[in-house]
């Protein structure tokens, strides 16, 4: 991400993503360790998701913003985390679809809150909904690649994504491209492009930690 509002310039922003790793105390902790030293943009995911009162908590602690929600996945997950403060940026999952995004996007917009989508991949259908909604900062591109067999009408130019003249998204889908692929050895890559840490999103279980 880059800052131009206010240096006139494009310069770099620096981002941390904590991966719902962290309780309350050790978030403030280590990230006003982190500001003695940087100029940390924004802090992301740095408690469980659905830890408002913390996130609320940290946002008045440090000079970071709090960014997050990508794992929200219905505006009543969101609604109690703006409401207490708990993110000063809205994230929302691209896996989760364009009407989710949106839906997020006015809930942010209501309450005065930039919106930054996250995928796994190009953002291809999220990028072109972004463009439509008036709070869009940033969003998130993991992977520059695209799926087996789609071709997006869309190019990534210093850092920012050009939407091309194919209407809707921008998609069009090769059936025969997938359907070779689906035959062809090696075609699916287990580990992704994005790997959470062991302790990502830790929710207690019947007296047990488990991952999500």
Known sequence: MTDTLSTG?????LMLDANESWNVKQAVRYVSALEEHIDLTWVEEPLRRWDTVGHARLSQSIKAAVATGENLTG???YRPLLDAGGADIVQAGAVWG???MLRVAMAAHSRDLAISPVGLTANYAVAAAAAAVPNHLSSEVQDLGSPVGLTVAQEFVDGGIVLGEAPGAGITVDETAIRAARTSEGWQEPGGPH?????????????GLWGE
């Open 75 to 77: 505006l009543e997950w």
């Open 195 to 207: 790997v959470r840490p062991q302790r990502s999103g830790l929710r207690i279980v019947d007296g």
């Open 98 to 100: 364009i009407t989710h």
């Open 9 to 13: 310039r494009t310069t770099p922003a």
